[in-house]
């Protein structure tokens, strides 16, 4: 998990270390996660990454979501 200061050119919604459940945990409770979508298939945090790691059957994706200084919300590794 990545930890430090948001650079002044981002807000964030949540503070960096909280995580949020947006999906339900499985029966199995073991979860196959697709760092930054599928990387291996395609650019990461791209929308062909995140496609195919749904196609690709994975339970959840993880990307960073921030706040541009005038208001729009960017996909960014920061």
Do not use: C
């Amino acid at each position: 998990m990545t930890t430090g200061p948001f650079r002044n050119t981002s807000k964030s919604f949540y503070k960096q270390e909280e995580n949020i459940m947006l999906w339900k945990q499985s029966e199995t409770n073991i979860w196959v996660a697709g760092h930054r979508g599928n990387p291996a298939e395609a650019p990461e945090n791209t929308m062909a990454s995140f496609r195919n790691a749904m196609e690709a059957g994975l339970d959840m994706i993880e990307l960073d979501i921030q706040m541009s200084g005038d208001g729009e919300l960017v996909i960014m590794h920061i």
